[in-house]
T-cell receptor, first 116, second 116 residues
């Protein structure tokens, strides 16, 4: 079946540093990837949608310069949290949509980011 | 815009009890409907889906029927197990030109705890 690998699964960083999270589709091509943020005991909030080879589409209220998304290939998208602050601490989840398959969303296992 | 409303949790049941988690939606057009499950510290896994009215999605003893007249997609299971303890999310995606490239809209999630 479709597998999405998200790395790292957890990361602790200091305030002011940048953190990169990778999302890879291992056995399929993902033309579209989605990045979500999840606060404790809350639902997933879509941050942005990325299409391979083009700029990401950010949801309203999400800072483009802070959350840099790159989708350079059909199997890899990255989210970089720049100049991280404690309020950026959260659970980040990516999702990849299988090319030519309707409704085939596969989720990564998530990344727990803690900024100290 | 599209929205999904789930019954508030948490839901606590004894093993072998009957489970219902209500989900209603608001959407333009003809959305596809999903239930996802999230175990602690993990990403989301697709539990079941339905793509048109009166479709019934089923998996692992769970089932849900797409009810267009009541705009609902309630999740049910006849006999829950301790291993079903997780967070359950109802979600929808819109359709675009016969294929779905739309984003998923999630409900707020319902925490289910099953005791032995």
């Amino acid at each position: 079946g479709a597998v999405v690998s998200q790395h790292p699964s957890w990361v602790i960083c200091k305030s002011g540093t940048s953190v990169k999270i990778e999302c890879r589709s291992l056995d399929f091509q993902a033309t579209t990837m989605f990045w979500y943020r999840q606060f404790p005991k809350q639902s997933l909030m879509l941050m942005a949608t990325s299409n391979e080879g083009s700029k990401a589409t950010y949801e309203q209220g999400v800072e483009k310069d802070k959350f840099l998304i790159n989708h350079a290939s059909l199997t890899l998208s990255t989210l970089t949290v720049t100049s991280a602050h404690p309020e950026d601490s959260s659970f980040y989840i990516c999702s990849a949509r299988q090319q030519a398959t309707n409704y085939g969303y596969t989720f990564g296992s998530g990344t727990r980011l803690t900024v100290v | 815009g599209d929205s999904v409303t789930q019954m508030e949790g948490p839901v606590t049941l004894s093993e072998e009890a009957f489970l219902t988690i209500n989900c209603t939606y608001t959407a333009t057009g003809y959305p596809s409907l999903f239930w996802y499950v999230q175990y602690p510290g993990e990403g989301l896994q697709l539990l079941l889906k339905a793509t048109k009215a009166d479709d019934k999605g089923s998996n692992k003893g769970f089932e849900a029927t797409y009810r267009k007249e009541t705009t609902s997609f309630h999740l049910e299971k006849g006999s829950v197990q301790v291993s079903d303890s997780a967070v359950y999310f109802c979600a929808l995606t819109d359709r675009a030109g016969g294929t779905s490239y739309g984003k998923l809209t999630f409900g707020q999630g319902t925490i289910l705890t099953v005791h032995p």
